[in-house]
């Protein structure tokens, strides 16, 4: 069996619970929204459900280390991070991993505890201090895993700012600068058994605009935990679990998340902090438009949400043309 598991290990890694060669489950992703608003941070990696005492292996041979404290007690090996165990091998000391056994067996480094909220084991990969890399993506991910689930997501629109204490709802016609919010979540079919948890990547377009790839999570740590995972979470619905209330129109770019809008009064070939002074001038005329956010996981499963939506850039939109006139799809 070892010999047929490494031999799928040319670009792929073992889980590191039995059986390492075969899909498990996935309860939860890298970047998903933990703690409070309070204290927010980003999930550093992924939840494998098992059942409490499943006993856990070290992937690579290196030096163990031990380290935590109450339901977070953890054993590193390498940057391999295995999290909620007791019965831990403890002291530095050499320990075998799975890549590196044929006829021996590998050695164990701790078992499943008792965890509160749904018996787990947090597998994370990353030095200590971060970054941490997304399991389900390095190396094509641990051996066997798939998902074809897809997403699920709604959205609805905002005035800019409403990231803050102060939140205002816009209904109807649009005007001005523009957070787009997404209600998400995937279905992970991974291990044959469904669970939820956050997505991979948002887009947003609004006709001609985009698609604007927004929200992306390859890596955590960074982004930073703290007042970063509040542009991407909603505050005023942080949830740490699926469906995530997420700011679809803030970006992720070189791993620092941007606080960004869509202006609709926006100077045609100007930035977007720059206004028009006229309709004649604006990049987004009075009219209707179809403004859309995709919501993905990392195997390229995705759901698209679209709602049509009035922009006014003057005061008068009696004169608008008709829907059947303007109405365009991305």
């Known amino acids: 069996m070892a010999s047929i598991i490494l031999t799928i290990l040319i670009s792929t890694y073992p889980w590191p619970i039995r059986p390492f060669g075969s899909a498990l489950q996935v309860s939860a992703t ?8 309070a204290d927010p941070r980003f999930h550093r990696g992924i939840d494998i459900p098992a059942s409490v005492g499943t006993t856990v292996y070290s992937i690579i041979s290196d030096t163990a280390r031990w380290d935590g404290s109450g339901v977070n007690t953890y054993v590193r090996v390498g940057n391999y991070w295995c999290i909620h165990l007791e019965d831990r091998r403890k002291g530095d000391s050499l320990v075998l991993g799975i890549l590196d056994t044929i006829n021996t067996p590998p050695d164990t480094i701790g078992k499943m505890l008792d965890y509160p909220n749904g018996d787990h084991l947090h597998f994370q990969i990353g030095p200590a201090g971060g970054p ?22 709604t959205i609805d629109f905002w005035r800019q700012g409403s990231e803050g204490d102060t939140a ?4 109807g016609v649009l005007d001005g600068r523009v957070d787009i919010r997404a209600c998400c979540q995937d279905t992970q079919t991974s291990g044959g058994v469904n669970n939820t948890s956050g997505i991979y990547k ?6 001609t605009v985009g698609p604007i790839q927004t929200i ?23 949830r740490t679990a699926s469906p ?6 803030n970006r992720i770019v070189n791993n620092q998340v941007e606080d960004r809008y869509w202006n609709t009064k926006q100077k045609d ?25 995709k919501a993905y996981d990392i195997r390229e499963n995705f759901d698209v949400a679209k709602d049509k939506e009035t922009d006014r850039i003057q005061d008068d939109v009696s004169e608008l043309p008709s829907f059947d006139d303007v109405q365009k799809e991305v």
Do not use: M
């Open 30 to 37: 890298l970047g998903d929204a933990r703690e409070s608003v």
């Open 132 to 153: 941490f890399e997304n399991p389900l993506s390095r190396n094509g991910g641990p051996v066997g895993y798939n998902d074809t689930g897809s997403p699920t997501i």
């Open 168 to 171: 205002q709802q816009l209904v």
């Open 202 to 207: 948002l887009t947003w377009s609004v006709d």
């Open 216 to 238: 992306i999570f390859p890596q955590v740590q960074p982004p930073n935990n703290g007042d970063s995972v509040l542009l991407v979470y909603d505050r005023h619905n942080y």
């Open 244 to 249: 995530f209330y997420c700011w679809a129109t």
């Open 269 to 293: 070939n100007q930035p977007d902090s720059v206004d028009a002074e006229s309709l004649e001038v604006a990049r987004f005329k009075d009219c209707y438009y179809w403004v859309l956010v």
